[in-house]
Structures are given as C-alpha cells and as structure tokens.
C-alpha cells in the first residue's frame, strides 16, 4: 500500500527564519575581501605584485607525466616590493593546473600560494623573480613568444585577491 | 487491487531502468578508458620470436664491443649491467643493494663511463635523472668509480670528446667543467636548454632538448662556441643524441594526428642533420614508445628502448633494448597500421630485442673482458 503525500503547511516562525538562516549561512561561508598576504608572499622573490589575469590565451595541457611552466599576461595593479617596467606583465606558472599548494617538486624548487586555480579576470598576489630561465629549468609554453615579451617573470608564490 | 497491480508495474519499470542503466554505465566506462583502440602487442622480454635474419643480426653484432645499460639486478635495485650486443656475456659492473645506479654513458674511446647514483628506493624520473643523486665517474669497466660531486650536482653531465671535460646544465648557464681539477672552465647561456645535453664527437657542437620559439620539447643544436642555437625540430621531441659524424642527431618524436582513434599518439625514434633538415624515421611501432636512441661507434647500427608506456619505463624496470642496422632504417615493428600509412616506405628490417633496460649506450673498447 501507498502512502499518499499530502504537504504540510509550515509553521510561520519557521518559513521567516528558514530563508534568514539560509541566507546568513551563505553570507558566512562566501568570500570576503582578501589581500592575499601572507609571510611568504611578502618576503620571497624579488618582486611583489597585485595582478590581474588577463587571458588564459590556450586550453592547458593536461599531461601528468610531463612538467611545464605556462606563461600568462598578467595587467599589474600594485607593486608591492620591487620595480616593474610597465603596466603588463608575463608571468610563468610552473604545472598551472595543480593548486599552488600542491605544485613545487624537485624541478620547480619551493613555489607555492594559495590559489587552487588558474580563471582568466581573477586577480593574484604574486611573489616573483625574473628572468624565468635563471629559477626554472624546464618546458615553457609561451603563447606571447610572437609578441616578444620584454621579460618572464617566474611565479614563487600566487595566493588569490578577493576583492 | 488496481492500485496492486498499477505497483507491480512500477516496480518492474523502476528495475528495468536500474538494469538499464547498469549495464548502460559499464558500456560508457568501457569506451571512455584512456586505452587507445589501437590494439597493443604483448610485451616479452625477449620480443618478438627470433627469425633467420635476427639471428643473423645478432651474429653480426656479437663481437662489436659491449652497450652498457641500467637494469633491475638481482638484489631489486637498478644496478649497471654490460652485455655484448647479441646479450650475450651480460655483466652486473655494479650490483649495489644499496644504491640505485641510471644512465651509464662512455668517453668516446670507451676508457671511462658517468652515470648518476641515488640512494636506494630513489625512483628514476624519466625527466629529472640528469640532476637526481651524484654524479659518478668510473672506468669504462666500472671499476674504481668514484663520485664527482653532491646530490643535484652537475646536473645532466655528458663527455666531452676527449673525456677530458664534462658539460652540464644549470639553471643559468651550460658549464664546462675540467674533470681533474672541477673547475668550470667555461660557460655560456643555455638558451632555453633544460634537458639531455650532449656534446659532438667533433666538439663543435651541443644538442639538447629545449624551449625554441615559445614551444617547449624541441630538439635543437648549439653552436659550442658561439652559443647560436638551430632547432633541428620544434614538435613534441626529445632524448637527441649524436651519430659519430657530427653531422646527424637521433632523436624520439611524437608526432601529432597518428591516429584517429589514439590522440595521445606514440614516440618514435628519428634522424635528422644538424640543420634540422631531411629528419627520417628510424624505428618507431605502435603500441610503444621508443626511447633511448643511441649509435653504435661506428653509426651501422641503432640501440633503442621499446615500452608501452611513455616515458620509457625509467620509473619501473625499464624497457627491452633493441637493436637494428641503420641502413634498414626506416623500419616499423608490429602492425602498425597508422605508422605504416605515414611511411609506407618501410623497409621492416630485423630487429633485435634484449632483456628489459634503460638508457643503453654502446662502446668498442673491450671493457667487459673477453
């Protein structure tokens, strides 16, 4: 036998505070503004910045068994520590696809950060040296090379700016 | 009653579908496997069932010196093995339970050898080996070996024509290195190079694997003593070696569209001149990746690995070694339906496969006794 479903009519206290609670928990746990600072991005490399991520300007391999840096075109917002030439500049991230956390190995020497991933228009706090061929040995994909980008800089550390 | 039996249809619909999609889910995950519908011959140590002409070619070859090469020794750990070139008269040089030894490599007169020592359990990374553990130097029968430097030290080191010198890459620079005194003699900018660096028998030219023109995996050459650099190809190519003349490279390609139905494609083993023209297949067999191309002394003939798996099994126990005559070049293993549509012109020479290895190199001096 079945039993029929007939809908109960909600409590009126509970149909006010269910979308206030639901609205609060959703307020909690979204994002609130975050600089991206932290001790290692304000002390490692070289150069420190706030930048936006212009363009992921192809598809990102996905090939575990090899290990490339890509570089991206970052517009600079901030210089935190260092000087930088111009409003744009290139940036390689070492393995883009792996969270930042999780990507230094025995080639890459010790990068990292918080941002888990690579969204073109999201904005980075970036620790960075330069030129990229004196602190990374490896594959570079460089979608710019056409363009010739005066200096590729080297991704240290990346955490994510909420703004 | 009615609504009884209305259930009881319910319920045979509801398990008709859950049986539906059962089966319809293990069909899907069947046909999204990574594994290429080209189908993938058995892997045997020994290869392929000897014919009249591989047993020719291993007479040929019997008496022509000795490769070296990496193997899993009887104790589990990679040790250095030496074998004539038909396998037979097989060496352990090392046979160290407590190290892991790769990449055995000679001077060109065969008197001495590098290689690269890890502490035991270390895996071999197909990519990182140049600059993983020390570098060792020892005769050319592994005798007296010694360690030239710390873990990570002269990284990707390779001979130089009088094994006088050894060349090596750092993140800055190429550095040639003075092997009696270790003192970097030299250095210039590495211009994209970041793997596999060898030196020309003539000593005026570098090859390695390289960043060229915004493109990583290219193979190219390098002035020694200008730094110029040349790609000898720009698509998906590594491991390049040189021929004795100076004047060829061999190298491992995975050349893009192999296949409709295996995107991934296979790497195959190719020459070309230093200029990057007239590059030619040499062995290449779907199903595997071919690695490891190196030239006998006297460039008749082509020692290469052979594995199903890319990357040339440097992180297991290797791969079989094979063996072919430059002049049945090129030539294709297997079926190999899709390879044999883009070189119809093979020439299937016999090739002759060994026991499982990794990074084999070949030497005429009579380092194994007779």
């Known amino acids: 036998m079945y039993k029929p479903f007939i809908p109960q009519r909600m409590n009126p206290v509970r149909a006010l505070f269910l979308p206030a609670a639901i609205a609060l928990v959703i307020h909690a746990c979204g994002p609130g503004t975050d600089t991206g600072e932290d001790p290692q991005v304000t002390t490692l490399g070289s150069v420190e910045v706030t930048a936006q991520l212009e363009e992921i300007p192809s598809e990102l391999p996905d090939i575990p068994l090899y290990d490339y840096a890509y570089v991206f075109k970052y517009k600079v917002l901030q210089v935190h520590r260092g000087k930088v030439d111009g409003d744009t500049i290139y940036v390689g991230q070492y393995n883009p696809l792996k969270p930042r956390s999780q990507v230094a190995d025995a080639r890459s020497g010790r990068i990292g950060g918080n941002l888990k991933q690579f969204k073109s228009g999201d904005i980075h706090r970036m620790a960075l040296e330069a030129p990229i061929d004196d602190y990374y040995m490896g594959g570079i994909i460089n979608k710019y090379f056409e363009q010739n980008p005066p200096l590729i800089y080297w991704a240290v550390w990346t955490n994510r700016v909420i703004q | ?370």
């Open chain 2, 1 to 370: 009653m009615g609504k009884t039996l209305l259930g009881i249809i319910l319920s045979v619909i509801v398990a008709a579908g859950v049986i539906f999609l059962f089966f319809m889910k293990r069909d899907v995950g069947m046909t999204s496997t990574a594994v290429p519908d080209t189908p993938i011959p058995p892997v045997t140590a020994a290869g392929p069932v000897p014919d009249a002409r591989t047993a020719e070619l291993a007479e040929e070859v019997r008496n022509k010196g000795w490769i070296a090469y990496c193997a899993r020794g009887e104790n589990g750990t990679w040790d250095l093995f030496v074998s004539r070139p038909d396998g037979s008269d097989k060496k352990n040089l090392t046979n160290t339970p407590d190290y892991e030894e790769a990449a055995p490599r000679f001077t060109i007169d065969g008197s001495k050898m590098l290689y690269r020592r890890m502490a035991k359990g270390a895996v071999i990374d197909h990519d990182l080996w140049g600059f993983q553990g020390e570098l060792m130097i020892a005769e050319g029968s592994g005798a007296n070996a010694i360690p030239f430097g710390g873990d990570g030290e002269f990284a990707w080191a390779s001979w130089s024509p009088d094994g006088r010198r050894i060349l090596c890459l750092t993140k800055k620079d190429i550095e040639i290195v003075d092997v009696a005194t270790k003192q970097v003699v030299r250095s210039l900018s590495r211009h994209g190079i970041y793997q596999q660096l060898f030196w020309s028998p003539d000593g005026l030219w570098f090859t390695g694997t390289a960043n060229h023109a915004g493109r990583q995996w290219c193979v190219v050459r390098m002035n020694a003593e200008t730094g110029e650099v040349n790609p000898i190809l720009t698509f998906q190519s590594c491991t390049p070696d040189w021929f004795p003349d100076s004047e060829h490279i061999i190298f491992s390609s995975r050349p893009a569209n192999q296949s409709p139905t295996n995107s991934y494609g296979w790497s195959q083993l190719y020459m070309a001149d230093g200029e990057g023209k007239n590059v030619e297949l040499i062995y290449g067999e779907d199903g595997y990746h071919i690695y490891g191309g190196a030239l006998s002394p006297d460039g008749q003939y082509v020692v290469f690995t052979k594995c199903p798996e890319d990357g040339g099994g440097s992180e297991k126990s290797g791969a079989p070694i094979g063996i072919m005559r430059l002049s049945d070049a090129p030539t294709i293993g297997g079926e190999s339906p899709d390879l044999r549509r883009a070189h119809p012109q093979t020439k299937d020479g016999p090739v002759l496969m060994l026991e499982a290895g990794w990074e084999p190199a070949w030497t005429f001096a009579e380092i194994g006794g007779n």
